[in-house]
């Protein structure tokens, strides 16, 4: 590339880093807004189930990712599909939200969340989708839920932090000398977004500057190129955590593994994973190195749930579950066989 040529390229990037990218391809409009956190609803053309679907995206990515680009879009292939769509998204934390634990989410914005959507769409039953850590906390959400749920699809969900992926030696410190983490984070109060990314990136750091090679490869393809864009903004953008979330994470989950044990309590009740009946789909890939199949498979000998599917996919944690536009077959069918039709 010459220098000309280089010249341009980094000034088309720079107009890029000033982009946002936050409002989706997908109409949408607010029903419920609670602190910073807004609740989505995305209104099917033609609706053809009775069954809406309610998605819970992770604590430490905005999720933005699932309606990015046009044909690559989960909730645009939901809603083509005929199912209304709600989610619930968090917003950014800030200092005074210092002392929020997983308890305020589930009960104050999920359940909450839950209750709003129900009220507003007037159906009897709902589907919960929960992503990565969303998935825990749609399952722990699951287990003490009075609202009714029909379907429940974890996809990349960690529920078993028995064997660490990483930090190993940090683990065991923490557990075996019983190691107290808390000061750091209740000096800093909220864990800025630049922790979070940092601590991403010592997990994936191998394999971190393959996207700069095919952007390099690709930089003369404009959709590539745009969309390359995109997918790094999201990538980047990681959301702060309250340190009263990261001490629980750290406590419950890290040290104690309380979820998969059926320890885990939410306002001082069992949040067990047995209390779980909802029709369960489990979705995990082959190479995912935030979250390996032996945190998120354990989960189905857990579970109350008769009716309970497992599929492994190919690919990293940030797999799509969109395939040409179009919902893929194996959650295509599994939602069809379980979601009431609209006609019905």
């Not at 010459?2 to 107009?15: E, F, I, R, Y």
């Not at 306002?267 to 994973?273: F, I, P, S, T």
Request: net charge neutral.
């Amino acid at each position: 590339m010459d220098d000309m040529k280089l010249g341009a390229w980094k000034k088309k990037m720079m107009h890029y880093n000033e982009t946002p990218f936050k409002d989706g391809v997908t109409a949408r409009q607010s029903i419920w807004r609670k602190n910073k956190a807004t609740l989505w609803y995305y209104q099917a053309p033609v609706r053809k189930y009775n069954v809406p679907i309610f998605i819970i995206y992770s604590l430490i990515n905005q999720p933005f990712i699932l309606d990015m680009i046009s044909g690559g879009s989960t909730i645009e292939a939901l809603v083509k599909k005929g199912f209304d769509v709600y989610m619930i998204d968090f917003g950014k934390p800030g200092l005074e939200d210092r002392d929020m634990t997983l308890d305020n989410f589930i009960t104050e914005y999920i359940q909450r969340g839950v209750k709003e959507a129900i009220k507003h769409s007037g159906a009897k039953e709902m589907t919960i989708f929960g992503y990565c850590l969303g998935g825990t906390l749609a399952a722990m959400y699951a287990s003490i839920a009075k609202e009714p749920i029909k379907n429940l699809v974890l996809f990349v969900t960690p529920v078993d932090f028995n064997t660490p992926s990483y930090f190993d030696k940090w683990v065991k410190v923490l557990r075996e000398d019983n190691w107290d983490s808390s000061r750091y984070m209740d000096e800093l109060g909220i864990i800025p977004a630049s922790h979070v990314e940092a601590g991403i990136r010592m997990v994936t750091s191998p394999i971190y500057f393959t996207p700069y090679l095919s952007l390099l490869l690709n930089r003369d393809n404009k959709a590539y190129v745009d969309k390359w864009h995109k997918f790094n903004t999201w990538t980047k953008g990681h959301i702060p955590l309250t340190s009263g979330v990261a001490k629980q994470i750290i406590e419950d989950f890290t040290k104690d593994n309380k979820l998969i044990k059926n320890e885990s309590k939410i306002n001082g009740e069992g949040a067990m994973l047995s209390n779980i009946n909802a029709n369960l789909l489990v979705v995990g890939t082959e190479g995912d190195r935030l979250v390996p199949l032996d945190h998120i498979l354990p989960v189905m000998d857990k579970v109350g749930s008769v009716d309970k599917t497992s599929h492994i996919l190919t690919g990293g944690h940030t797999g799509t579950s969109v395939e040409n536009g179009r919902l893929p077959g194996y959650l295509d069918n599994w939602l069809h066989e379980r979601s009431e039709p609209a006609d019905s």
